[in-house]
């Protein structure tokens, strides 16, 4: 089983990085894990916002196989408690595919093609976190769930 | 106008610190704004969750005044999201108090002293996030508000 967190353009923020580095190096006693970022797209600016989705959306797909696992983080989705999460998790493994992707869209979100591919939507909170932030909080939440998943004690910290 | 995020204990992860002190910089551009940590309590390995909850409760009631606003970041709170919240905010500065306090409790939550005084609480999440991590998010979270407030963009970048 391989877990991938797939996004668009780099971190931007040294303390950002080094808080991914800290949870992705946790999380590998557990799972295996990786974080793929992608390019931004170039000469966004002369793009409406629709067309930055779509190629963005491409380069998610190009990346995906049909028999993966896809699962949006996405203001839409449904949430979940960090017990519900670490369950929802659990029921994606059991699942059986080999490859869970975990997207992060741009700052517009994901094109039409990407909800038609998905397999999950999560939101993490109703409110808006920076598309580089969200990457953190979400890596620290995929930890928190797999030593809940193991029955050990760092949720309660 | 004051507002302070009250909370206890050392953050302890210097790019959990870096990052709060990016968008405390930020903040303070619209609004004055401290971060005022309290100690941890003493010798806590030797006393109950009840008892560390009721002596972090009356560290923080030492340092609010009686028309003082007390707020709340609360897994038992309202969500908002990020229009909404900055709408909240607004209401908050309405009230014409001089100081809103933002409390973060320790792992064991708030005792109910605190409860009982609070004006309102807020959720960030369904989700646990570390009490230290939840520091960064809201700092982030009403960086962003005054940006909405103010009509900025950052909140769609």
Same mark, same amino acid.
């Given at each position: 089983?391989?877990?991938?967190?797939?996004?668009?353009?780099?971190?931007?923020?040294?303390?950002?990085?080094?808080?991914?580095?800290?949870?992705?190096?946790? +999380?590998?006693?557990?799972?295996?894990? $990786?974080? &793929?970022? /992608?390019? !931004?797209?170039?000469?966004?600016?002369?793009? *409406?916002? =629709?067309?930055?989705?779509?190629?963005?959306?491409?380069?998610? +797909?190009?990346?995906?196989?049909?028999? $993966?696992? &896809?699962? /949006?983080? !996405?203001?839409?989705?449904?949430?979940?408690? *960090?017990? =519900?999460?670490?369950?929802?998790?659990?029921?994606?493994?059991?699942?059986?595919?080999?490859?869970?992707?975990?997207? &992060?869209?741009?700052?517009?979100?994901?094109?039409?093609?990407?909800?038609?591919?998905?397999?999950?939507?999560?939101?993490?909170?109703?409110?808006?976190?920076?598309?580089?932030?969200?990457?953190?909080?979400?890596?620290?939440?995929?930890?928190?769930?797999?030593?809940?998943?193991?029955?050990?004690?760092?949720?309660?910290?």
């Amino acid at each position: 089983m391989q877990l991938t967190l797939l996004c668009i353009g780099k971190t931007g923020k040294s303390f950002l990085e080094q808080g991914e580095l800290e949870y992705m190096k946790r +999380l590998s006693h557990y799972v295996s894990f $990786d974080m &793929v970022v /992608l390019p !931004d797209i170039k000469q966004a600016k002369s793009l *409406s916002e =629709e067309q930055i989705k779509v190629r963005e959306g491409q380069q998610f +797909l190009d990346k995906i196989q049909p028999q $993966d696992t &896809v699962l /949006l983080l !996405d203001e839409r989705g449904k949430q979940f408690d *960090s017990l =519900e999460f670490s369950n929802y998790i659990q029921e994606q493994f059991n699942r059986g595919g080999k490859h869970i992707f975990f997207l &992060v869209g741009g700052p517009y979100g994901f094109s039409e093609a990407i909800y038609q591919r998905a397999n999950g939507k999560i939101s993490l909170s109703k409110m808006t976190f920076s598309h580089q932030m969200i990457r953190l909080f979400f890596i620290e939440q995929l930890y928190r769930a797999m030593t809940i998943l193991k029955g050990e004690p760092y949720h309660h910290r």
